[in-house]
C-alpha cells in the first residue's frame, strides 16, 4: 500500500507503509556507527578512560622499567619504545570492551529492544558498533603516540612502522569488541562489564607486554609462547624495534583474523539468541 | 502491489512462555488465545505481572514463544519475524530511549533502520515532530524530555514507516493526566486513520476510554474478553451513585438515610467522604493529583461540606 492521505500512522510522505523496505547493512551500520561517535563528544566519562589509561601506562611502565633496556640482547634502548606500543594494544582493547559496555547499557535501558526491533541486518548491530570503535582506536592511537614521542619515542621503519601498530591496534579493538558484544548479549547486565576487562587484562598481560620472550621462565613463557597475543604485540613493536619483517607481520595477522573470527562468531551467536 | 487486509492483523493460538530452568520455570504465558480485529483498538488489561509484557515482547518478535503460534499483519511471529518488523510499530514499556540524542536524531535513525528513503527522511520526521507536538525539542538532548514528552517522541518513533499494525505496551504509565489525556487523543486519532492497536495497560479508565475489545489476563491466562460494555453487563446490573452535600455535618447521614427509606429506594452501599488535600488541590488548580481516587466525583459537595455517597436502586 502506498501512503496517501488518509493513511495508516497518517503522512503525506509516499512510500510503501504496510511493510518498511527495511535498512540496508551498510545505512544501518553507518547510523549506528555515527551514534557510536556522538557518545565521545557527549559522555566523554566512557571514552576518557580508554584514552587516558595507555598514556598513564606508557609514561608509567617506561619511567619505572626504564633499566630493562641494559638486559643483554634487549631490542632497543629506549624503554618507552618497548611499552608504547603495549600501551596503544592496551588502550584499543579497553576501546573494543567499551562497546560491550555501551551495548549492556542499551540493553539494560530497553534502547537495545528498539533496535532489535527494526528491519535491519541483525549484523549491523554489531557492524556499527565496530565501526565506530575502530574510530574510537584512530583517535586513542594517534593521541597515545603523540604523548609517546614527546616522551622520547623513535620510530625506527617510519611510515610501515606506524601502519603495523594501528593495524594491530585495530585488530585487538575487533576482537575485544567481539568479545565485549557476546558477554554483553550473554549476560544482558553489568555481570558482563567485569568478565570483559578481566579477561582481556589478562589475555594481554600474560604475553611478551613487559619483557621479551627470551627473558621470561617457568610457566609465564609457556603460557606468553602459545598466547597468541604475544604474536599479536610483536607485529605492533616492529616499527619501534627494527624493520618490519613479514615475519614478525604474519603471525599477528593470522592472531588477529582467527580470534577476531571467534570473538565475532561469539557476539553474532548471542545476539540470535537474546530472544530464546 | 499489496496483501488484500487481513481480517485478523493479530492472532495468537496457545501462545505459552516459561523462564527459568525445568526445576524452577515460572510460566508468564500460559495459552493466551487472542483474534484482533483490523482497524481496533483492542486493550490488554492486567496488574503488573500478569504476563501483558510478555505476550506483547512475543508478538512483536524480541521473544520467542515456548508454545503456541502468532501470527502479526499475516506473518508468524517466530518464522516470519523480518516480515512482522518491517509491518508493525512498537512502543515499550518504559519508552526506553537514547538520553543522549536528540529527538531529531533519534527519528533519523529509526528511518535509517527502517529503510526510509533518504530522500523522505527528514520531511517524514518534520511531519512526526509536529504530529506530536516535540518540533520545539527537536534538537535537545532527550535526557532533558519530561516523561510525556518522551512516551510521545517513542509513539512518534513507532510510526517512522507508517504501520498498520501498533503495539503500545503501557503507554501512560507513569504520566500525569494531561499527557495521559494527549496521548490517549493520538491513539484515537492513529485508529481513526486506519491502524490496528494493541494497547496493554493496568488502568480499567484506560481500557474503558479507549479500548473497542478488552482482554483481561491474569497470572498468564485471560479470564474475559470482549467489549468493555459485554464485560461490565456481565458483572451486574448497573447501579447509581449520587453525592449529597451533608452542610450540618456527618450527623445529617441519618436524615438522608431515612429520607430515601421513606421513598423506598433500596440503599446498596453508603459512604462517607471527608474532604481531602486531594479536594483542595482540585479546587485550587482545577484538576486531581495524578493516581488520586477515580477523578470522576469529588468527595466533597462545591461548598467543601462532607457528602453521603450511596449506589441505591428503586
Redesign the interface.
Known sequence: ?T?TS???????????????????LV??S???A??GL??IV??PSAFLPAMMMPIVQAIAFSGTFFAITKIPGFPTDRSINWYLPLACCMGSGFSGVGMGFSTVR?LE???F????????PPL?LILGPLLACWLRVMIVISTVLVVGFSFGARLTDGALGLVALYVAGLGVSTIAAGWGLGLAYVFGDMRAAALMQLTLFNALFLTNAQTPLFIMTGWLHEIARVNPFTNVLRLSRQGFLGEVTWGDTWGGLAAIVGLSAVTLWFARRGLDRL?? | M??PPLDFPITATGLVRHFGPENNRVKAVDGVDLHVSAGEIFGFLGPNGAGKSTTVRML?????PTAGSATV?GFDVVTQA??V??????A???A???P??TGN?LL???A??????AA?VR??AD?LLE?VGLTAAADR?VGTYSGGMRRRLDLA?S?I????V?FLDEPTTGLDPMSRITLWEEVR??NR???TVLLTTQYLEEADQLADRVAIIDNGVIVQQGTPTELKAAVGAPSLLVSVGLPGGAAQVTDVVRALDEQGVKIQHLELSEPSLDDVFAAATGHRLEGAGTGTEPATDHEGAPAVKRRGRR
Open positions: 500500500m501512503a488518509p493513511s495508516p500512522a497518517g503522512s503525506t510522505v509516499s512510500f510503501d507503509s504496510a511493510s518498511a523496505p527495511g535498512g540496508t545505512r544501518s553507518r547510523g549506528l555515527l551514534r556522538r557518545s557527549r559522555l542499551d535501558s530497553g534502547f529492544d528498539r533496535l532489535r526491533m527494526a528491519p535491519s549491523s530472544g530464546d | 499489496s496483501d512483536t518478535t524480541l521473544l520467542k499483519a523480518d516480515r518488523r518491517r509491518s508493525i510499530g512498537v515499550l514499556q518504559d526506553a530511549i537514547d543522549l540524542m536524531e533519523e535513525l529509526q535509517v533502520l527502517y529503510g526510509i528513503p523522505a520531511r517524514r511531519e504530529r538532548r518513533l510510526l514507516h507508517q504501520p498498520t501498533l486519532r492513529l486513520e486506519g491502524t
